[in-house]
């Protein structure tokens, strides 16, 4: 029998996986508008940003927070609970380190989306910008750019497996009909997210080798679309990307439905 906390980790992660589908939608769909000079690509914090600019936009923006920080919880889970079965193999232990730089992730990405809403407003300034700085200095250093651009290496090594292997499938809980659907999706939208998270890794390589400043913020997704859009054929090679990462969306809401919560093997109680 599920517990009360159970059952809300449950629905706060599946609310995330959504959260997160939500945001990898408004990336990809300005990625294309962009590939075709109607508007700038945009990352995940501009993603955000579009949102509040909705009707209601900061009532939406207080709904991501909450989906995300389930999807923050759930990784934290994920990674030190090991509710998937990884285990203590270096495999094992680069998953679950993988898991937990997520959760890492999406909760600068909760308190920047916090942030825009007034929550840490004060007569100091913009601390999300100053942070932002001191960490493009921190990774502007030859040694951390070169360490950043090997994880980031490893992590679209990572996807683009797990969408050949179609390792993803073991996770879900969905009839044959329904993983027709879903498998060309996750394919697709895993290496997607492997070809951005690669595309990242570059740019850690130049400013390793001094081709590209770094006295800047860190790179993220919109620098590697922005990247792709200068490349030579860059319409068409963003446009492409833009429909992968939409699919990645895709592969997100899928998750929100039919992925495997397995928090009775992670003990957690009542008390927790």
């Not at 407003?121 to 040694?143: E, F, H, P, R, V």
Request: aromatic residues 12%; proline residues 2%; contains cysteine.
């Amino acid at each position: 029998m599920q517990s009360n906390s159970q059952t809300w980790i449950k629905y706060l992660a599946r609310a995330g996986y959504f959260s997160r589908g939500v945001v990898y939608l408004i990336v990809g769909g300005f990625a294309i508008f962009a590939a075709w000079g109607a508007a700038q690509s945009k990352g995940t914090k501009g993603a955000v940003l579009k949102i509040l600019k909705q009707p209601f936009g900061e009532t939406l923006v207080v709904i991501l927070i909450v989906g995300l920080t389930g999807y923050i919880m759930w990784r934290l889970v994920q990674s030190l609970l090991d509710t998937d079965n990884h285990g203590w193999s270096v495999k094992g232990v680069a998953i679950r380190l993988g898991l937990l730089s997520s959760a890492i992730t999406y909760a600068g990405l909760a308190l920047y989306s916090a942030s825009l809403i007034g929550a840490f407003a004060s007569d100091n300034g913009d601390k999300t910008g100053g942070l932002a700085l001191q960490m493009g200095q921190i990774i502007g250093q030859n040694y951390v750019a070169l360490v950043l651009a090997c994880i980031f290496t490893g992590i679209a090594i990572a996807h683009w497996w797990k969408a050949i292997s179609q390792k993803y499938a073991d996770h879900f809980m969905a009839d044959a009909h329904v993983m027709t659907i879903i498998h060309p999706i996750s394919m697709v939208g895993l290496t997607a997210r492997g070809i951005v998270f690669a595309i990242i890794a570059t740019i850690l390589i130049f400013r390793f080798l001094g081709v590209e400043s770094g006295d800047r913020a860190p790179p993220d997704v919109k620098d590697a679309l922005v990247y792709v859009q200068y490349l030579p054929f860059g319409v068409w090679l963003l446009s492409a990307l833009g429909i992968g990462v939409i699919l990645f969306a895709g592969y997100s809401f899928a998750e929100a439905i039919w992925r495997k919560i397995n928090l009775e093997d992670a003990s957690i109680s009542d008390q927790m």
